[in-house]
Nanobody, 124 residues
């Protein structure tokens, strides 16, 4: 079992920044591939960013590339999502997820464990 707890969400004005954190417990964190997804009201959950076990390989959706940065600290068992130049369209619940088996990083079904989500609201 893996437990994931997100934090850092909130209300921010357009152009502002937020940093999300996801603390993991229950398994060796360095063996987990980690991802961030988001879900806006009435929309499907969508891929945002992912980082492989070592932290050396990262992936981003086109909509956040150049604005968001995913990173991980395998000592603190935490993955981060630094979000800059936020836009109202970034408003969503953001979820952290863990993948045990190196599946398709962009597919929610590849992930085995999910956090409870943290709300990010960007006002115009």
């Amino acid at each position: 079992q893996v437990q994931l707890v997100e934090s850092g969400g909130g209300l921010v004005q357009a152009g502002g920044s937020l940093k999300l954190s996801c603390a993991a417990s229950g398994r060796t964190f360095s063996r987990l591939n980690m991802g961030w997804f988001r879900q806006a009201p009435g929309k499907e959950r969508e891929f945002v960013a992912a980082v492989r076990r070592s932290g050396g390989t990262t992936y981003y959706s086109d909509s956040v590339k150049g604005r968001f940065t995913i990173s991980r600290d395998n000592v603190k068992n935490t993955v981060y999502l630094q979000m800059n130049s936020l836009k109202p369209v970034d408003t969503a619940v953001y979820y952290c997820a863990a993948d045990l088996n190196s599946g398709r990083y962009y597919a929610p079904e590849s992930y085995d464990y999910w956090g409870q989500g943290t709300q990010v609201t960007v006002s115009s």
